[in-house]
């Protein structure tokens, strides 16, 4: 064997399904796509899953006490590097299950080879997914809370300036910085309501369905998931697979279920701050200017998070569309799926972070606020005045839209 | 005033907001829709709610023990008539809440004028939407319950019989009839817990939110929230219209949940139950023929099942796009919400009733089945076999690879 | 054979595909679904296309000169009553094929049994399709033609009234209302630009493709094209089945590509007609009221206008969904594009209307927009008169921003 | 000033629209994105036409010949260090547009600050664009032209090989391998005729539109145009801003439509090549394995497109839902339209290059093919040999469905 075979065996050494032929260099370039730089962020669940399926393996006599302690030691190895930013995921690894793998061998040899034994890349990938979603699942709780802490804040201080409320972008009646407030701390609080209940689905362990079939193997389910931290075992190993676009979509609605609040309070925000009403000001330090325009200061952070909300429904709809219309068992098409997710925890965790700054900084304008609270916005109030007098309220209705004709 | 002028006067007199000019005939067509046939679902919320908040006025002193008994009576009227089919909504009357509120007032007079006192037709949209969709989750609930009973029968009595398991669509690793049926009761066990997390959104009571500034007078909410059996009040009057959006997406994304599964269950059966497979067997009246050609039989409830699965997702995705980048507060774009969640609950629950049927009579074609058990199915098991044996599982897996190599 | 027998004989002879067994009813119920009603619309153009086959028949021999003349006689018969709504489709008839195709043989005998020689109801859908599209873009090219019209007489007599144009939904730079008009006239402009490719694509003649892989049989498919007014023959029978998604979705694309436009000049109307503003004035008879407020005039024929095209994309995602992961050959699942591109039809059209006639009665408020003509809109201009005189433009901008900081 | 800053200024110059105030970090970073990433593909088509805006400029006397002539030179070396990956943008210079004037400035001091005289970034990034788009397009319909070649060749070498032709995934009529692939050669002839005409959309030059109201000084936009090559300009500057969504959308439907025909195909090939079926042979080198199940070889590539479909077509609804709902003139919420455009470019070409890979090696199983032309294929036939005999088509139909009935 010549020196070049040898490179190029090696090469080939690192797919975790190589059986001796090479795949087309343009296809693989296609199959692989950025799978290689959006499992950055799995390598520590990747890891912390091989450490509880390692264990269950010693547990049950197919590795021996120090091939799983050396196991162990190497992954929480490959954790700290992580951490650092220095366990590198090439291109050809594919994903960062193979340079996983890949490592443990060259490191440890045949107890590396053995890592793999009663688990298959699917039910691999689906449980650093469901450790990865967990670990997302706190971080926006907290953000989240933290945007109702600040809301709150914002009520209690400016609350009572009353404010123009609107329908139809018409006045309508009274409302009050304190109502709208309210109206997304509301909000953000079935946000929470709905995180709850993506969690309880997220919270089961598929680690142990193997591709979609079981292992035929005396494996420990539960002894995983607990390890883990699962609350539960996900049991159907088919099921395991249909439920990665099932909850991907889940988590995606969730995600498009909180930036539609916020796309409705920049909106509002965008809307109100205009100098034609003058409600809302937003502090310069937030605000872009135009290359042509001097003048000019613009929300482009509310326009972008506004938008946002459009990004995030897009990857929602792409994982929606892409699971219909196939059959059971895993379908390659749901790598795609990771991205869109990914994408979603991303947006969504920088859009509430940006719009908790900006409510931090935002002014109610009392004066222009007081200036709108034109006669018409009480119109409604004088009607319902003069039926708890006993006029029958549609009489009293028309009598006051009588006064309120056009001239 | 002359013969005509009185009757246009009448006509006028329909709508709630009349006050004396007339909408232009095609605009009126345009912006009524086909809302007066929609409507006829919501009669009878409608009804309810009114007497609820019948009962709330009379409480506070707005109206007197007779008008709320006449109108209370009147409300329990029109809900008997509806029942029949007999309480007609004309186009001229735009809505049920129009055309009860006429009817209360040719009845009753006087006490007819005095229902509205207190409520917009926004929160009085939005209570009848409220109780609608809590009799709609009650409904689905149920046949989701029955579907899964039909799927454990089946289960129980052919669900071991070996079957191919697919990957990729390509034979993986050996399945049988009891782990397919199986991942679909999982699947619907998960929908009834999003079933019932989207329900806890539901039961608020957004009666008494008004225009979504609320009522300026002393109305008692928790009274007609608890008259109409809700758990608790939708208290933020501005957060109702904003809910209205949010959780009619969440209530679609909670019928493309359920709607996925059926898609993936009807996917399968159409690919297995091609003669080329025939591991499951159609009963010939699901089956449909073709004008042209005499021997076939299609499975074109299947199709439709997989095809109403975007029906459903096109609604969820237009209510999403729809209350995106508007302002708070009502805008009558939310109108076109109420078909989008009607049509979801209709094609959902008659979905899940039809493929209840179809489990009812599956067969599974045994002999089928067992011949399509070929070697390559346990080629994994003839690597772990190796594996337990302590060969590192990747040199076992390529062991195995070398013997399934096309020749 | 006793009566009832013969009844339930009859009722299964309506089917085209009958062969002797009896669909479920509720699953008949399913698959038929709103298709007898939708297929009201169809009616003329099958029996147009009928009509060309017919002659078609007779010139290769298979019908006699007098089966055809009979034929044709007949279905020129069901046009008439068709026109006055006296041509009924049942739900047992499924469609308007099965309809007219009974009718011709309870009339006919033989003859109206063999109309269906050398044709599928998969060509003969898609021929009345094709024919039904080709009608729909004459109206629609004809109502984008009027609207462009008054767009045109709007700008020639309000046009130069100076207006603030706005980017970020800041003030920006000066604009006219003649600016704002031509701006939809030459959207438009490009719509019809895209109509004429669609067109293109429809343009062909999907009849003699029978079920997606010809008719075994020497039919002279120029002849029926030519008769019926297409361009060319849509020659491969695969492809006919294949673009029946494809051409859904580009004529969906079409109308949303329009409702676009709509939606943008709605989106302005309902801002620059709030009081706030007062640039644009809305006919009082296009203002609807609110129930509970009375002083409300409310543009809710444009947020519906807007609205709408939500739900043409809608209409699009669906079948852009539904169409694919699907093999090729005609799918039983493309029965639903048939309501949704009808609807964008219907909902394109109707908007286009009534935005024709909101421009019609548009006023623009002189004194309004010119009250709002400040010093700010000018800041670009004075920095290019700045850069004319030689200062380098950044420099010149940033002179002027000085100028415009907030106190 | 001490040092620190003076850095914080010479940092703000950065910014085109700087005015002395410092954007908050988060916020900055939140807002750029990842333009300065997706701006390398502007760099050339915002050099060039700042080439032909310099020389307008020049024309009209705003630039003297020399700062012209240099400043052409400049932009010149910037296109060529962009060929070699040697022009840098940073995150702080947000865009291309800004790190191509900061250039010029630093180099060039006066006259790159008056290379912005008479434009906006928003025409300025808009011209860009439409070059960019028109390369694509070059590029485009080059890829389509060489898979219909190759299709070609298939066809010619393997098309006669009679295959089962499937309706309802059943099998109905006799095909083969070349009607099969003629359905895709005339899917892509209407793509070109699609991509033609949203060629004509894009062949108007935006430059000079300035912000969206046009600019106040007497450029020459048929000079700038025709430096360029467009066929014409557009005139209406707030159309050139609404143009921006509209024409992103068509050509993402324009990529969508493609992807839908690789998506049949992909479809169908996943099928037929499976070994029940047998009809088509994919090359090893283009399968995959599994990493659990060792004779596994999995047809990825295929699954990968089919799902870069629904990829595509979320890039287009989120252009569709993002520029909704919006007044006119530029909002920053389009600037998530660039990547969504850019993905949709690069996910089509690269499809289409594979599936042409695909198909070059792409063979069929001539045995297998003839093995499953069994006799029902030829039932239509047989009733159309009746019918030419006289037999009434229905009846024939009839007598030929009784022999095909199950026994």
Sequence with gaps: MNKGTKKAEEK????????????????EKYTVGDDYLLDRKLVKYDCLASIAHAKMLAKIGVLSKKECADLVKMLEEIIGLDKKGAFAIAPADEDCHTAIEAYLTKKLGDAGKKIHTGRSRNDQVLVALHLYYLDEFKKLKSKLVSFQKVLSAFRNKQGNFAMPGYTHMRKAMPSSAGLWTQCFIDAVEDDLLLLESVTQLIDQCPLGTGAGYGVPMAIDREYTASELGFSRVLKNPLYAQHSRGKFSVAILHLLSSIMLDLNKMASDLILFSMPEFGFFELPEKFCT???????????????????????????????????????????????????????????????????????????????????????????????????????????????????????
């Excluded at 080939?12 to 296809?27: A, N, P, S, T």
């Excluded at 972070?353 to 002014?363: I, K, P, S, Y």
Aim: glycine share 4%; net charge neutral; aromatic share 8%.
């Design 12 to 27: 080939r050494e690192m797919k975790l399904w190589d059986k001796g032929y090479e795949l087309d260099r343009q296809i």
């Design 289 to 407: 200017g135009s290359s042509l325009m001097p003048q000019k200061k613009n929300p482009d952070v509310l326009e972008l998070v506004r938008a946002h909300y459009h990004a995030v429904l897009s990857h929602e709809f792409q994982v929606q569309g892409m699971c219909a219309n196939l059959i059971s068992g895993y379908n390659r098409d749901m790598q795609l799926s990771k991205e869109a997710v990914m994408k979603g925890f991303e947006v969504t965790l920088a859009s509430v972070a940006v719009m908790t700054l900006v409510v931090e900084e935002l002014v109610v304008n009392k004066e222009r606020c007081a200036q709108a609270m034109s006669d018409e916005l009480y119109a409604t109030e004088k009607a319902l005045r003069m039926a708890e007098k006993g006029v029958p309220f549609r009489d009293a209705y028309r009598k006051v839209a009588e006064e309120f004709k056009r001239p």
